[in-house]
């Protein structure tokens, strides 16, 4: 090992991205994790620090923090009993929809692997971190922690082996995600979700997928804003999301070319490819939050092509 | 009018290509009908004259005939009631799942068209030959006569409106197609499909219509091979088809990249890059149907990027 401490930043991600539950996401700019793993002389894995605005809200305790969990799956496979201190600079809200507990599991996964000199790739960290997502909410899933650890856009097709499939998309692509104050915990969404569904609609749905995927393939702006539309899973949980029609209607109205829910919600996410407008479209989509007595914070970026890197 | 008699060749198709149900097909290079349209001085629009191996099958009535029935959507489109005669040279097999009618109603409409100098485009043949698909079989639907028309691999994710997304293949992609010897009526096939399904079944087939329309994308040969299964639409079609599985498994055997149904069925396709292998791929598939005491016809060709197009 030629460090002895490593810190990474760790990225916000939207999954779905309107069609594609459960087998996309992307990573954006901001809001960021930082997130430290220093090796410590006895063979504890624990917590040192948490600060940031969403600090608070963490535990320490092994039993519940994630971040515990998954670096004890990491030192498992790697068959080593080094202690590790990780420190936290929270900024990813929680239950957000934002990806937060991908963040914080994406990041110590890559900055652990860093201190220990890479012996594991993105395939392999991307199972690790998904020990963390089943921790945290008992189901499997990729759609966060891959383009957390990856950067860009990645379509998840298959966790049985794990696949992933880099896409390309443009570079003028802003991804708004405005965040209201309150929490939505992955569970609960996922509850709100239909059995089954008619074979008629998942057609429907599956052909929205297919041209989506050609749009970032073909940088066709107009199939972006005609395929990324969700007959399935939007439907079901709008009405968890108080207003959540005003605010897409504020996108829309505004020069967003779509918007639906980010991941589990609550966030909500718009895209735009009019840099001057996305400033408009978060406020608008803030204000109309606002009417239904809901506070947001607002983030608006391209999309974050590096995911999980090094900083120091 | 140029012309007073246009004659097109108009290709077989296969629909589906394992997961992408509804939503995709590709235009093959044989078999091949012939067809011809030409002005008369009456203003009835009928068939002079129908040849070819399956020709016999065929009614000459407008009753019964799509042909006549797509040009007069054609004519009445156009605002026209000029007569026109047709002759129809038949080869792809009735009621195989490799697009027989769409063959025979994209042709005419390609024919007509050239005809009268092009007044349709893609988007509007596609369209009135969808007339012929529902005339047939009651359903609408583009996944043939949209490839049959405009060649390649076309993406249909919508009807309201129609759109087309043509996508690239890779050249060396070799489409064998074994027609086995009876007949499976696109009704009966729509029969045996579920009404519901699991929204988890769901999920994971739209990840793999994620997968496999970037692997066309990306050219990425063992893409196609991972991501073309069918977890849907072959497993209930599958009893339709005597000995399909082992026909699949002698293709899966014999070097093919991945094999389901063609269409509605009955024909099977398989897909290969090995140029060499095919004939065995295809003549082992026939053979496998033989043990279930099934004759088949056997194809096999690259893509066919063309489509219908004019001879002569």
Same mark, same amino acid.
């Given at each position: 090992?030629?460090?002895?401490?490593?810190?990474?930043?760790?990225?916000?991600?939207?999954?779905?991205?309107?069609?594609?539950?459960?087998?996309?996401?992307?990573?954006?700019?901001?809001?960021?994790?930082?997130?430290?793993?220093?090796?410590?002389?006895?063979?504890?894995? *624990?917590?040192?620090?948490?600060?940031?605005?969403?600090?608070?809200?963490?535990?320490?305790?092994?039993?519940?923090?994630?971040m515990i969990?998954?670096?004890?799956?990491?030192?498992?496979?790697?068959?080593?009993?080094?202690g590790l201190?990780?420190?936290?600079?929270?900024?990813?809200?929680?239950?957000?929809?934002?990806?937060?507990?991908?963040?914080?599991?994406?990041?110590?996964?890559?900055?652990?692997?860093?201190?220990?000199?890479?012996?594991?790739?993105?395939?392999?960290?991307?199972? /690790?971190?998904?020990?963390?997502?089943? $921790?945290?909410?008992?189901?499997? &899933?990729?759609?966060?922690?891959?383009?957390?650890?990856?950067?860009?856009?990645?379509?998840?097709?298959?966790?049985?082996?794990?696949?992933?499939?880099?896409?390309?998309?443009?570079?003028?692509?802003?991804?708004?995600? %405005? &965040?209201? &104050?309150?929490?939505?915990?992955?569970?609960?969404?996922?509850?709100?979700?239909?059995?089954?569904?008619?074979?008629?609609?998942?057609?429907?749905?599956?052909? &929205?997928?297919?041209?989506?995927?050609?749009?970032?393939?073909?940088?066709?702006?107009?199939?972006?804003?005609?395929y990324m539309?969700?007959?399935?899973?939007?439907?079901? *949980?709008?009405?968890?999301?108080?207003? $959540?029609?005003? %605010?897409?209607?504020?996108? /829309?109205?505004?020069?967003?070319?779509?918007?639906?829910?980010?991941?589990?919600?609550?966030?909500?996410?718009?895209?735009?490819?009019?840099?001057?407008?996305?400033?408009?479209?978060?406020?608008?989509?803030? /204000?109309?939050?606002?009417?239904?007595?809901?506070?947001?914070?607002?983030?608006?970026?391209?999309?974050?092509?590096?995911?999980?890197?090094?900083?120091?």
């Amino acid at each position: 090992m030629s460090l002895n401490k490593c810190l990474v930043s760790s990225p916000a991600t939207v999954a779905n991205l309107g069609c594609g539950f459960d087998i996309m996401g992307l990573a954006i700019q901001e809001p960021l994790d930082r997130i430290g793993v220093k090796l410590n002389s006895n063979r504890e894995i *624990r917590i040192s620090e948490i600060t940031g605005p969403e600090g608070h809200k963490l535990s320490f305790s092994p039993r519940e923090n994630l971040m515990i969990h998954v670096l004890q799956c990491f030192t498992k496979k790697l068959g080593t009993k080094q202690g590790l201190d990780i420190t936290l600079e929270k900024h990813v809200p929680l239950s957000s929809g934002m990806g937060s507990s991908a963040a914080s599991s994406g990041g110590v996964l890559v900055a652990a692997n860093a201190l220990f000199d890479n012996p594991f790739n993105n395939d392999d960290l991307v199972t /690790l971190a998904m020990e963390g997502e089943k $921790f945290i909410s008992g189901a499997w &899933h990729a759609d966060n922690v891959a383009p957390c650890i990856m950067g860009g856009l990645v379509v998840i097709p298959n966790y049985e082996p794990l696949s992933l499939v880099s896409c390309p998309f443009p570079e003028d692509l802003i991804v708004v995600v %405005v &965040h209201p &104050h309150f929490e939505l915990p992955t569970k609960e969404a996922r509850a709100a979700l239909p059995k089954e569904i008619p074979l008629g609609l998942a057609v429907k749905q599956w052909g &929205h997928v297919a041209a989506y995927v050609s749009s970032f393939f073909l940088q066709d702006k107009n199939g972006l804003a005609r395929y990324m539309e969700d007959f399935v899973i939007e439907p079901a *949980r709008a009405a968890l999301i108080p207003g $959540f029609y005003d %605010v897409k209607n504020a996108a /829309l109205e505004n020069g967003a070319i779509g918007c639906s829910i980010a991941g589990g919600g609550p966030s909500v996410f718009a895209f735009t490819f009019d840099q001057d407008q996305a400033e408009t479209i978060a406020s608008q989509m803030a /204000l109309a939050f606002k009417k239904h007595q809901i506070e947001c914070d607002r983030f608006y970026s391209p999309i974050n092509p590096n995911g999980c890197h090094l900083i120091d």
